[in-house]
T-cell receptor, first 114, second 113 residues
Framework: DAGVIQSPRHEVTEMGQEVTLRCKPI?????LFWYRQTMMRGLELLIY????????DSGMPEDRFSAKMPNASFSTLKIQPSEPRDSAVYFC????????????FGPGTRLTVL | KQEVTQIPAALSVPEGENLVLNCSFT??????LQWFRQDPGKGLTSLLL?????REQTSGRLNASLDKSSGRSTLYIAASQPGDSATYLC????????????FGTGTRLTVIP
């Protein structure tokens, strides 16, 4: 398996623009997670899905952030409008069953908002 | 909310030395405690997962221990190698479920040849 795939790997945009990050989880994994990593706050869980359904979005910072999972093999994290403080590395991870299995992380998308 | 702390923030050791990384967490009602490795510009790679009923896990030169009652875990690396240089992250869930992982800020390890 190719592992968790994320695109783009790097994104530079201007403040106010819409940003869409994409993730393809490992085939057969029922859980998908979106994380954000910054120097100041470390790695934080934003939202996770189980069988394509959002379960906990309490980590989503504000209404400018939204996430969808239209099918088992694809998820998006959208920021609209983007702000400089959204600059971070965004990771997607997937898992079979977190109670006994680890989460497998993608390579991340480095977002810079100017 | 679970809080995870890692000490030290950075560590530099000569090749061949054994070393211990420390992790502490505030909520002992965990399902799992995990250790990850992160290389610069890369994602996280899982090293070891210790379930709450376990005391330790081993993989090659790595050994992780868990003491739930004291809220502590250690990662022991034997005979360190330059390839072990990376940031090591500890993560714990909490009583709300195994899906919510809370990460420490990591220990940046440098092994000097």
């Amino acid at each position: 398996d190719a592992g968790v795939i994320q695109s783009p790997r790097h994104e530079v945009t201007e403040m106010g623009q819409e940003v869409t990050l994409r993730c393809k989880p490992i085939s057969g994994h029922d859980y998908l997670f979106w994380y954000r990593q910054t120097m100041m706050r470390g790695l934080e869980l934003l939202i996770y899905f189980n069988n394509n359904v959002p379960i906990d979005d309490s980590g989503m910072p504000e209404d400018r952030f939204s996430a969808k999972m239209p099918n088992a093999s694809f998820s998006t994290l959208k920021i609209q409008p983007s702000e400089p403080r959204d600059s971070a590395v965004y990771f997607c991870a997937s898992s079979l069953d977190p109670t006994g299995d680890t989460q497998y992380f993608g390579p991340g998308t480095r977002l810079t908002v100017l | 909310k679970q809080e995870v702390t890692q000490i030290p923030a950075a560590l530099s050791v000569p090749e061949g030395e054994n070393l211990v990384l420390n992790c502490s967490f505030t909520d002992s009602a965990i399902y799992n405690l995990q250790w990850f490795r992160q290389d610069p510009g890369k994602g996280l790679t899982s090293l070891l997962l210790i379930q709450s009923s376990q005391r330790e896990q081993t993989s090659g030169r790595l050994n992780a221990s868990l003491d739930k009652s004291s809220g502590r875990s250690t990662l022991y690396i034997a005979a360190s190698q330059p390839g072990d240089s990376a940031t090591y992250l500890c993560a714990a869930d909490d009583q709300t479920g195994a899906n919510n992982l809370f990460f420490g800020t990591g220990t940046r390890l440098t092994v000097i040849p």
